[in-house]
């Protein structure tokens, strides 16, 4: 059973940063596709962010793009999620996701119902 520990979420200022982890609990990163999403109280779970594991493409949300950077490190077995110039509108609970029979593709990344591997999530919480 794959186990994925996210860390780095707190309270920032508006206009401020934060870098999340997720730890994976897998031999290697590299045959699974990837993705960062996010929930606010009474709103759906919403993909921000995937890498694809077939070729290492990254997507991003409308909603972060510009201000949030997804990487990941295999030695590590890590996956970041760089945010910056931070918004009220960020404030969400943040999950890491991964599924090794899907890849990651444009079109779908976003979909939560792909990702068999979820972390417990953290809190980000964004002040005006």
């Known amino acids: 059973q794959v186990q994925l520990v996210e860390s780095g979420g707190g309270l920032v200022q508006f206009g401020g940063s934060l870098r999340l982890s997720c730890v994976a609990s897998v031999r290697t990163l590299d045959y699974y596709g990837i993705a960062w999403f996010r929930q606010a109280p009474g709103k759906e779970r919403e993909g921000i962010s995937g890498i694809s594991s077939t070729d290492g493409s990254k997507f991003y949300a409308n909603s972060v793009k510009g201000r949030f950077t997804i990487s990941k490190d295999s030695a590590k077995k890590t996956v970041y999620l760089q945010m910056t110039n931070l918004k009220p509108d960020d404030t969400a609970v943040y999950y890491c996701?991964?599924?090794?029979?899907?890849?990651?593709?444009?079109?779908?990344?976003?979909?939560?119902?792909?990702?068999?591997?979820w972390g417990q999530g953290t809190q980000v919480t964004v002040s005006s």
């Open positions: 996701a991964m599924d090794r029979r899907y890849a990651g593709y444009n079109n779908t990344w976003f979909r939560p119902g792909l990702y068999d591997y």
